[in-house]
């Protein structure tokens, strides 16, 4: 059912949302978001996870924004505000599996999941492209985990013990360009493929560009792995299951033309759960994209349309001819007016009702601003986007300080937003309000790779990351507190 003009406003103005022409601002640099609660400070902290008044890092009641200025890492790996500190996880070429190879490379997407006593899983990809001969370092092809024995992306579990010892395993071999991905209600990892080569193209021996399901509880659950071909065979980024309706939603990171933001609904009838998803037909459910209106019910071509933060899109649904794209790519099968793209849709995440979906940027490939990043929020029950988070045009991206080229994502248990960077230069974490105020959490003193990876534990008291380039994965503990909302 198409959503109309009146309906959309009524929505919206429910929602307290601002509509598009309200006034915004652009959040390109640390608190570029300048608002009276910069002058009212906050307690100072102790160094050891507790403020002023006495209170634990989970407290409220705090106004000042971040952390503090970021401390040079003497070590040269990751510079961190006063008061934290980091640990080394996994390092390719250094730290090993239980089957005794190396730490695969490039690491990518990742989540948490609560493991046995005290102990934490990490489910996280490893973005290797094409060829497993072409790479010093990838995912190992274990028995029985394997789905194409030429390709060297995948994904691997590590448990982070309470005693502080970590093991490693393969979650899933023989994949390609394994980059975001979505942690499921359920407890398991969908970990998505960014390249859809054909069997017989660079190497492989299967075809590619689809998603698989990885649970880091149960072995046997991963044995045979099996592509759910139902949610698209095209360059997939990441991936949410809205746990309330059943329906996923998935961003697609492509160019010539822009990449599609789409959802999948599951059958009539369909449960979700472990290993549900298994047994559906490759033609399940129903592959939809997304095509947005204004307020005044005008077609929105791109994302990039969108100049002010508040603006609020209405969101219809276009169901895909051909799902698995292998003479016309599935982006390519729309005519003009029929769906939205954008540039680079990348990492999303499922939280206040709905999934916040990152765009990485725009330029003259995009109808619209040139940019260096959106956040988007869309709100299921509204079937609303709403422009959360705007990044304008970094000038100096060699430079540190401004922030571009949001990509991995995760909501913070103290509020907002933690994005990792995959710009251009020096590489951050930073964090986002609610009202789109940015301020930095790390920043990658050993090299100009892209953070990935970002995910809290599940206690909150940890925000583990990683380097993409060489591949490492560190764990970040410290003074955690409540950020302001606005």
């Not at 493929?193 to 046997?220: C, I, Q, W």
């Not at 991963?222 to 939603?249: M, Q, T």
Request: glycine residues 14%.
């Amino acid at each position: 059912m198409a959503l109309n003009r009146r309906e959309f406003t009524q929505k919206s103005a429910v929602a307290g949302f601002a509509l598009t022409g309200a006034v915004g601002v652009l959040a390109t640099a640390p608190e570029a978001l300048a608002s009276d609660e910069r002058a009212h400070g906050g307690p100072g902290h102790d160094g050891h996870g507790h403020d002023g008044h006495g209170h634990d890092g989970h407290g409220h009641g705090h106004d000042r924004l971040g952390y503090g200025p970021l401390v040079a890492d003497p070590d040269g790996i990751l510079a961190l505000p006063e008061g934290f500190s980091y640990r080394v996880i996994t390092r390719t070429g250094v730290t090993r599996l239980e089957s005794g190879e190396f730490t695969p490379s490039n690491h990518d997407g990742a989540a948490t999941f609560a493991g046995p006593r005290g102990a934490t899983y990490i489910v996280y990809n490893h973005e290797l492209k094409g060829d497993r001969s072409k790479w010093e370092h990838p995912v190992p092809l274990a028995e029985g985990l394997v789905y194409d024995p030429a390709a060297a992306g995948g994904c691997t579990v590590v448990e982070v013990r309470r005693d502080g010892t970590v093991a490693e395993w393969v979650g899933i071999a023989g994949t390609s360009t394994n980059c975001a991905g979505g942690r499921t209600a359920w407890g398991t990892w969908l970990t998505c493929e960014e390249n859809s080569d054909l069997a017989g193209k660079n190497g492989m021996t299967k075809d590619h560009g689809y998603v698989f399901e990885v649970d880091p509880r149960d072995h046997r659950a991963n044995l045979a792995p099996k592509p759910l071909k139902f949610f698209g065979r095209y360059d997939h980024e990441a991936v949410v299951v809205d746990p309330k309706r059943g329906h996923a939603y998935l961003t697609e990171d492509a160019s010539n033309p822009n990449g599609l933001f789409f959802r999948w609904v599951p059958p009539q009838g369909f449960e979700h759960g472990r290993g549900r998803y298994r047994p559906l037909a490759d033609d399940a459910g129903v592959l939809q994209a997304a095509k947005c209106v204004d307020s005044a019910g005008r077609f929105v071509d791109d994302l990039s349309r969108a100049t002010r933060v508040g603006t609020v899109f209405g969101v219809d649904w276009t169901d895909v001819p051909d799902r698995d794209g292998r003479t016309t790519p599935v982006r390519k099968q729309f005519a003009d007016g029929q769906v939205t793209r954008a540039r680079k849709l990348e990492g999303m995440w499922w939280a206040d009702g709905g999934t916040y979906v990152v765009s990485s940027y725009a330029r003259e490939e995009s109808p619209g601003a040139a940019h260096d990043g959106q956040v988007w929020f869309y709100d299921p029950k509204r079937r609303t986007l709403t422009l959360k988070v705007l990044l304008g045009v970094n000038p100096a991206p060699e430079q540190d300080g401004a922030f571009d080229g949001p990509d991995n994502i995760t909501v913070s248990p103290y509020g907002g937003l933690v994005i990792a960077e995959d710009g251009e230069g020096v590489s951050h974490l930073f964090g986002a309000t609610d009202s789109g105020r940015t301020y930095p959490i790390a920043r990658n003193d050993l090299n100009d790779s892209e953070f990935t990876g970002v995910v809290f534990s599940p206690d909150g008291d940890t925000l583990y990351a990683s380097i993409q380039t060489p591949g490492i994965m560190v764990a970040i503990t410290g003074p955690w507190r409540r950020q302001p909302r606005r």
